[in-house]
């Protein structure tokens, strides 16, 4: 019986002395974890000074370049140097931060001379990883973009997208001169107009 | 070899399948092609009077029935406006200068207004048109600074380009009537600002 007693207050202890362990452990964590917050505090109030170099704000440090605004004026589309390689930015005017644009900037390709419909829904745009961009656009319902010059042969430059998206104009090579090409995506498409003019 | 050993109706089992499947791949492809996007043909003229000409024609946009664009057909580059549905050039009285150099036009959706990138004595400036009026509008007239790609909201109400007033590239945001948007753009510079005449109150 005592002894029983005895062994019962000795597990006792032991559960005692794991918590007390356990609780001295995560009592550090919290500490260390409150130092390292307290330090990344500390840093980012001595980096305010600088200028933005985030991508929450329209201008940055980097030069911003080739602005399309959507025919709603609520986006801006550009492009910029800011995440370490030329890529397509979109902004938004309203809510005042950038837009993600999942799966457009592709790593080690170019993406130029973007071009925004109605409602900012595509993104007409000049993309290559190879020699000879092609135009490309993108639908952010879907976050995906198309080739539209797919099985042209020719240089193209500076693609221009209507409000509505259906139309797009470029400028092409094929006759040994800059010349304007008309490109029609079909009737089929989902026009990008005001609920009122759909 | 195989084929031989396969009994004569299965043989003929096997082809109709192929039959089937080229039918099918026949009538997809078609399909592909027909939802595919396609180049619309707008007829070529050498005496300058459609889209294309002999000269080079660049920095196109497109709107509606109109297409707009700058070309080399004339002495200097000159902007000019397309209209898809009448095919004629659309007359832009007062828009292009002798004088001045033109580049990278765009314009609100229905093309009352085009806004331009133009050059005077090594001087670039944004100028705004109105169609309907027939008058040409600075509206970077205050800024001391170098000035590049415009473009336009479908109302014709704001206005972004390139400026670079800071050393680099920025983009500016501009209303119609010149004066930068606020909270987006920060104001010209305070000598610049001082030299803006008081606007009258309503």
């Not at chain 1, 933005?52 to 910029?80: C, H, I, K, M």
């Not at chain 2, 089992?13 to 996007?37: E, G």
């Not at chain 2, 396609?38 to 660049?58: E, H, M, Q, T, Y």
């Not at chain 2, 983009?171 to 005449?197: C, D, H, K, M, W």
Request: hydrophobic share 40%; glycine share 8%; aromatic share 8%.
């Amino acid at each position: 019986m005592y002894a029983e007693g005895l062994a019962g207050l000795a597990t006792l202890v032991q559960i005692a002395r794991a918590w007390n362990r356990r609780l001295a452990q995560v009592g550090w964590r919290v500490l260390r974890a409150g130092v390292c917050l307290g330090l990344l505090l500390l840093l980012s109030a001595c980096t305010q000074d600088l200028p933005p170099t985030g991508s929450d704000e329209l201008n940055s440090r980097y030069s911003d370049e080739q602005p399309a605004l959507s025919g709603d004026g609520r986006f801006l589309a550009f492009v910029s140097n800011r995440d370490g390689h030329r890529s397509i930015f979109l902004y938004d005017l309203e809510q005042r931060h950038t837009v993600d644009l999942p799966h457009l900037n592709q790593q080690g390709a170019i993406a130029e001379s973007p071009s925004l419909s109605y409602g900012g829904r595509y993104i007409v745009y000049l993309a290559g990883d190879t020699v000879r961009p092609e135009i490309k656009l993108y639908d952010r319902a879907i976050q995906q973009s198309q080739v539209l010059t797919a099985g042209y042969r020719a240089w193209f430059r500076r693609p221009s997208v209507s409000p509505d998206g259906r139309y797009i104009v470029f400028e092409t090579g094929t006759r040994g001169q800059w010349d304007i090409e008309v490109m029609d995506r079909g009737s089929g498409i989902e026009p990008d107009l005001p609920d009122n003019r759909r | 070899m195989g084929l031989l050993h396969i009994p004569f109706p299965s043989r003929l089992f096997l082809t109709t399948v192929n039959v089937r499947r080229l039918l099918l791949t026949l009538i997809l492809s078609s399909l592909l092609v027909a939802c595919s996007p396609r180049l619309v043909n707008i007829p070529f003229d050498p005496g300058g009077r459609s889209l294309n000409s002999p000269f080079a024609d660049v920095q196109p946009r497109v709107s509606g029935r109109y297409i707009l664009f700058v070309s080399d057909r004339g002495d200097s580059p000159n902007i000019y406006l397309y209209d898809t549905i009448a095919s004629v050039l659309v007359d832009l009285p007062g828009l292009n200068a002798i004088d001045m150099v033109v580049s990278s036009p765009a314009m609100s959706e229905n093309g009352r207004f085009i806004v331009f990138c133009g050059s005077r004595d090594g001087q670039s400036a944004i100028y705004l048109y109105d169609r309907d009026t027939r008058q040409l509008r600075n509206l970077t007239e205050n800024l001391k600074a170098t000035v590049r790609n415009p473009t336009i909201t479908a109302d014709g109400s704001k206005i972004a380009f390139e400026s670079s007033a800071d050393g680099q590239w920025d983009i500016l945001l501009y209303n119609r009537f010149g004066e930068p948007i606020e909270g987006i753009t920060r104001a010209p510079e305070r000598s610049s600002v001082s030299q803006l005449p008081e606007l009258p109150q309503p």
